[in-house]
């Protein structure tokens, strides 16, 4: 917990907030310039996906869509990421889009994007892509975001893929707090969605969900018959089983600002529900008691 404090009276020291316009920020860093490797950019690299509504013109921010993900490589980054991305909201056209990234070996990052009218989900990890409308091959330039424009009658919509660099924040030991989110979105790395709108009514350091794909007994601290499975940052939980990946994003922070921690926990697929929004949630701060209500020997 320690750890936890000084990492805390750090971030507040460096972060400042002033009623006045005018704001003078000084800053100075010590450490020598170091030029990112390929194996540091596939670790750390990734991509946040947001959805804008704007004017016809651009000049003006209308909505911004309730939808937020993130990618990232998998492996050694030899493979391309790969995701199929359709979203849907009434009163707006289906935003459906490829996007494959690649990381050249002189580490240059490009982006090959292609919209079509619908992306349909298939068998397994397959999907269905309908009439092509556009795309395009595109190079990162200056790590700066890149806009997708999907015109809307009288409005605009804007997909915005921003880049990003995890923070190189080590991971600790916080076995005693407490798993707790809000609207929690739990989706796999094929694109299915688990649920939405999970909320940790009762934080506790034990928790499970049971949904129409399958369950998740997850920890901060090691239990009975649980494995090291993944790593939790900020608002996302990222946890694999194989070839499963699952990701748990929160509206709320699972812990605070760029403190990273392990996540423990049993991936159970066949423990599903029957329906496709019933959920049910568990949580203890007992081992004994959570593993005895889950039926874990």
Do not use: C
Not at 32 to 38: D, I, P, R, T, W
Not at 91 to 100: E, R
Not at 257 to 270: C, R
Request: a positive charge; hydrophobic letters at 40%; proline letters at 4%.
């Amino acid at each position: 917990m320690k750890k936890i404090f000084t990492l805390l009276l750090i971030l507040v020291s460096v972060t400042a907030w002033s009623k006045d316009e005018n704001n003078n920020d000084f800053s100075r860093s010590d450490s020598e310039f170091k030029a990112l490797s390929n194996e540091e950019l596939v670790n750390r690299f990734h991509i946040t996906g947001e959805i804008f509504i704007v004017s016809k013109e651009g000049d003006k921010l209308l909505s911004i869509a309730e939808e937020r993900r993130e990618w990232q490589f998998g492996g050694s980054g030899e493979k391309p990421l790969l995701s199929n991305w359709r979203f849907q909201q009434n009163g707006l056209p289906v935003v459906a889009l490829k996007h494959k990234w690649t990381l050249e070996k002189d580490g240059k990052i490009s982006v090959e994007i292609a919209q079509y009218e619908n992306i349909e989900p298939g068998i397994g990890a397959e999907v269905k892509y309908g009439k092509l409308i556009k795309e395009e091959k595109l190079s990162l330039k200056n790590f700066a975001p890149i806009d997708w424009v999907i015109a809307a009658g009288s409005k605009n919509i804007i997909v915005r893929l921003t880049p990003g660099l995890w923070s190189t924040v080590e991971a600790i030991d916080i076995s005693t707090m407490p798993i707790s989110g809000k609207n929690i979105v739990i989706y796999d790395k094929a694109g299915k969605l688990w649920a939405d709108q999970v909320t940790a009514d009762h934080p506790s350091v034990f928790f499970g969900v049971t949904t129409h794909q399958g369950s998740l007994f997850l920890s901060y601290k090691p239990f009975k018959g649980a494995k090291m499975i993944g790593e939790v940052k900020n608002g996302r939980i990222k946890i694999k089983n194989g070839k499963l990946t699952i990701f748990l994003q929160s509206e709320l922070p699972f812990l605070p600002k760029d403190v990273k921690a392990n996540v423990y926990g049993l991936i159970v697929p066949e423990l599903k529900t029957e329906h496709l929004n019933s959920v049910r949630t568990y949580s203890s701060n007992k081992e004994e008691e959570f593993l005895k209500a889950l039926s874990v020997k």
